[in-house]
């Protein structure tokens, strides 16, 4: 079973920056899928990016196109979500996910993963406006 550790969420003003790591305890090298999803207070998680361990398809929800930059360390086993521009919605605690890819295109499993139960901690990140 994957396992993955989240880092790197603060506590910032509006308009600033952060970046979130996640190490996978696989060899993501072999092709996996990666993603960042996050859940705010009230709300239901929800997909904020998603790419190929590859470095293909990078995808990301319309609120957080052109601010986050979802990018990898296979070297590492290790994935990140660089966060600019920061909103006071973008507060919520953040997940990562990876998997081995499957025969599912990525979009395909960023939905079924929003569904998962298994989740690991998160790490928090909080927008004071």
């Known amino acids: 079973q994957v396992h993955v550790v989240e880092s790197g969420g603060d506590s910032v003003q509006a308009g600033g920056s952060l970046k979130l790591s996640c190490v996978v305890s696989?060899?993501?090298?072999?092709?996996?899928?990666l993603g960042w999803f996050r859940q705010a207070p009230g709300h239901e998680r929800e997909a904020v990016a998603a790419?190929?361990?590859?470095?293909?398809?990078?995808s990301y929800a319309d609120p957080v196109k052109g601010r986050f930059i979802i990018s990898g360390d296979n070297a590492k086993n290790t994935f990140y979500l660089q966060m600019y521009s920061l909103q006071a919605e973008d507060t919520g605690i953040y997940y990562c996910?990876?998997?081995?890819?499957?025969?599912?295109?990525?979009?395909?499993?960023?939905?079924?993963?929003?569904?998962?139960?298994?989740w690991g901690q998160g790490t928090q990140v909080i927008v004071s406006s």
């Open positions: 996910a990876a998997d081995p890819v499957g025969v599912e295109d990525l979009m395909t499993w960023v939905l079924a993963k929003r569904g998962s139960t298994d």
């Open positions: 790419i190929y361990s590859s470095g293909n398809s990078p």
């Open positions: 696989e060899d993501i090298g072999v092709g996996y899928y």
